[in-house]
Every structure is written in C-alpha cells, then in structure tokens.
C-alpha cells in the first residue's frame, strides 16, 4: 500500500530524492498526514519529518536546513528531498502514514511501507 | 526525549511471558507506540496511548505505564512474536523519537 522508490546509490554531495506511492483502494494521499523515517544498524530508526495534509511540514533539526518533504496529491505520492548527503545519510528510507485516530499533536504511524534502501558513496 | 530500552536482548522459549522495558529521559505522559519489526519487514504498530492495541493486534500484547516508564508484555510466546520491538513517543516534539529495540529471540 505504501511503496517508496529511489536511485539506490547516490554520490557524495548530491541531492537524494525519494518517492513514496500511496495505493489502497479509494484512499489518496490527500486524506493522510506522512512522515518519512530512516533506519541504520548504528542510529536505529530516525525520524526525519511530518506533512500535513495541511501542507505544514516539521523536520528534525539536525536534517532542517537540507530537507523537504511535499506531496502530489495529483499522483497519490509522498515525497523526500534531502540535499547534500554524505556517508551519515545511507540508511534505509520509510515512509509512513500517521494514523487517523491520533489526536491533533499525537504522532504514531499505523502504515509503513517496506522502505528503500538509500547508499551514498562515490 | 530519549527513549532507551532494555534488555536489548531477551532470549525466551514459546509459551513465556515476557516484558520489555522503554524508559523516557523525560516524562512523556502516556504518549508511547509500541512496534513489532521481523526482518525484512516494515515495522507494524502494536500499542498507542501506552496501552492501546492497534488493528488487530493479539489480546496476548498488553502495554502498560506512564511519566518515564513503559512496558510491552507478551503474555504466551508465539512463534510470530520473535521479532525486534521498538518504543516511539510522541508526547514531545520535534522530533519524534524511537528507543533502540530489543529482540526477542527464541532461547
């Protein structure tokens, strides 16, 4: 139901671009909020950032000045934009659906997909 | 708020009960998740609320706690239960945040 997709090798210094379709029936991304969470064997999972479907966007502060995240309601997608990636950014990239019945504030994730592996070497 | 769980290891037979441990560096009320990863596999949201099962999660998964201390107990093994289990809080962000994860692994 989630699906991300990526170039699976990225260079030192460049612009990584991830995608995540939404495919569930009648379900368009537009009815969710989104995050995207990244794993690695040494940091564990790491949370990178929220979407609204508001379009209000929260980051990690230690990702803030190199990400984005939007979603093309058009094509049902979710999608990750982190610029400049060193080493530090290989990991396996999720995106995740926040569930409906959170409150307001209230962040857990009731969808993942399966993720995409992300290596970034030259 | 950092979220550290122990044992990060718990080595147990089908048929234990186990109990796994989340402590919150902060108080984090009872704004905990609870997720179930087996390899290859995208985490699977267990518990919200610290003590409410998702989606048709088993009645043998309980969570319990709240302030700084959370737990996650597995009332009898099962064979589809050995996985890595993580905590996540929610109460306090940016940025959300996960513990480290323990797995359970048949003894």
């Known amino acids: 139901q989630l699906q991300e997709s990526g170039p699976g090798l990225v260079k030192p210094s460049e612009t990584l671009s991830l995608t995540c379709s939404v495919s569930?029936?009648?379900?368009?991304?537009?009815?969710?909020?989104w995050a995207w969470i990244r794993q690695t064997p040494g940091r564990g999972l790491e949370w990178i950032g929220n979407?609204?479907?508001?379009?209000?966007?929260y980051y990690n502060e230690s990702l803030k000045s190199r990400i984005n995240i939007s979603v093309d309601t058009s094509r049902n997608q979710v999608s990750l934009n982190l610029t400049s990636v060193t080493a530090a950014d290989t990991a396996l990239y999720y995106c995740a659906r926040r569930d409906k019945r959170a409150y307001q504030y209230d962040w857990y994730f009731d969808l993942w997909g399966r993720g995409t592996l992300v290596t970034v070497s030259s | 708020i950092v979220m550290t769980q122990s044992p990060a290891t718990l080595s147990a037979s089908p048929g234990d009960k186990v109990t796994l441990s989340c402590r919150a560096g902060?108080?984090?009320?009872?704004?905990v998740a609870w997720y179930q990863q087996k390899p290859g596999q995208a985490p699977r949201l267990l518990m919200s609320?610290?003590?409410t099962r998702a989606a048709g999660v088993s009645s043998r998964f309980s969570g319990g706690g709240s302030g700084t201390e959370f737990t996650l107990t597995i009332s009898s093994l099962q064979s589809e239960d050995f996985a890595v289990y993580y905590c996540?809080?929610?109460?306090?962000?940016?940025?959300?945040?996960f513990g480290g994860g323990t797995k359970v692994e048949i003894k």
């Open positions: 996540q809080q929610y109460n306090s962000w940016p940025p959300l945040t």
């Open positions: 979407i609204y479907k508001s379009g209000s966007t």
């Open positions: 609320e610290a003590s």
């Open positions: 569930s029936g009648s379900r368009r991304s537009s009815d969710y909020d």
């Open positions: 902060q108080g984090a009320a009872r704004s």
